[in-house]
């Protein structure tokens, strides 16, 4: 499955943006999609992850309550929307897939085989 995310950009403190990720491929809705980010000079980190077919989800504690994920099987796309961001948001963001992955996995980076390209989010104070 190839990934395309969207929707990154300028914002201010507590404003809100939705990130998206579209992907190729008519198996789409059994894949396990995450959002990672990258901020400059540190490593990447999970963020959230949606589970396929029974849609559970799982959130960084840096981001809970803040951040939601959700997915449209009918349009191959997972959105990311971020409420109340914080300049500590800033980095790119980057989403993944996987067609098989457990629970106590899902928030490692190296179980993701499919990645998109990342898209950057700005927050500024």
């Known amino acids: 499955v190839q990934l395309q995310a969207s929707g990154g950009g300028l914002a201010q403190a507590g404003d809100s943006l939705r990130l998206s990720c579209v992907a190729s491929?008519?198996?789409?809705?059994?894949?396990?999609v995450a959002w990672f980010r990258q901020a400059p000079g540190r490593e990447r980190e999970f963020v959230a992850a949606?589970?396929?077919?029974?849609?559970?989800?799982f959130y960084a504690d840096s981001v809970k309550g803040r951040f939601t994920i959700s997915r449209d099987n009918a349009k191959n796309t997972v959105y990311l929307r971020m409420d109340s961001l914080k300049p500590e948001d800033t980095a790119v963001y980057y989403c993944?897939?996987?067609?098989?992955?457990?629970?106590?996995?899902?928030?490692?980076?190296?179980?993701?085989?499919?990645w998109g390209q990342g898209t950057q989010v700005t927050v500024s104070s």
């Open positions: 949606i589970k396929g077919n029974g849609g559970s989800t």
């Open positions: 491929g008519r198996t789409f809705r059994s894949y396990s």
């Open positions: 993944a897939a996987s067609s098989s992955i457990i629970n106590s996995s899902i928030r490692r980076s190296d179980m993701y085989s499919n």
